[in-house]
């Protein structure tokens, strides 16, 4: 029997994720999983702003690293939270079923009724979001929110809500609902008014290109449509530079063998925005995400991604 060592974040969801990929791999009795957790940077500094501290691979590199020394067999990531460009030899060999991609808004516990969040002039309403991408969107249809920068794992974050300390936050749909708090959305975020950050609501499962037998059981578990999806987000991603300091937002959505992507690029403050749309079919994913990204560049995205750091470090998002 084959036995791999799978690398983890230790956070509810994180260990979520990488049971429900164990429990994929171990389905045909052939293979024995063992959850190996790793503290990353971004878990040690919980509270400090993601773009301060390198973006969202600090969620990953340590994990990575331990991939690349032949420590661990596999590492299980939210798709979003990984690097534009992968380090090299290791690649994306699979991923799960994607989950509702969309943004959501929590309400605390002891209430029911949206703000009004949409009315100029209205009391300031105190939103808690450790997402530059959603807050350069938000802001925009939102004159009356007022953004607070809010870290931590989903269960710190609706403590903090519960507490009092905002009067709503913001959160990927797709957590939530895998660890059962389903029911605190008081509201999904359609992407016409908050595009979700590419590869949201993906499992990603990261192996070493040389080892093929890992590859190979891999790919066996893996969700075609997902796999499309993040390739064209991903592309959209890679080709714009992918610095952490610019919102970039990037969704898929397939009917049939058609691929339609929506994309985005906005100033932190939301004061720029532009979005690009392209379709063709699902096998073409990565031309589609290309030629997204080149029509963005083509409106003007270059002088809005040109302050941000440059590198590959992906969309600062949580």
Partial sequence: MTRLTLGTRGSALALWQARTV??????????????????TTGDRL????????????VFVKEIEHALAEGEIDLAVHSAKDMPAELPEGLTVAGVLPREDPRDAVVLPADRTDLPPLDRSGATPINVGSGSIRRVAQLSRAWPAAVFSLIRGNIDTRLRKLDDGDYDLVILAAAG?????????????????????????GIVAIETREGDVDTMNRISAVSDPLASAALEAERKVLIDLGGGCQVPIGALATIVDDQLTLQALVASPDGS??????????????????????????????????????TGSSGAADA
Avoid: F, M, W, Y
């Fill in 176 to 200: 939530l609902r895998r660890l059962g708090h389903g029911d605190r959305i008081a509201t999904t975020l359609e992407p016409a008014l908050c595009l979700p950050a590419p590869g949201q």
């Fill in 272 to 309: 720029e925005l532009l979005r690009r749309e392209g379709r063709g079919n699902i096998a073409d994913a990565a031309t589609i995400g290309a030629s997204v990204a080149s029509g963005l560049l083509e409106d003007g995205a270059g002088p809005i991604l040109a302050p941000a750091t």
């Fill in 22 to 39: 164990a429990a994929a791999l171990e389905c045909d009795g052939q293979c024995r999983c063992e959850l190996q957790v790793i503290k």
């Fill in 46 to 57: 919980a509270e400090v702003n993601l773009s301060k501290i390198g973006g969202k691979q």
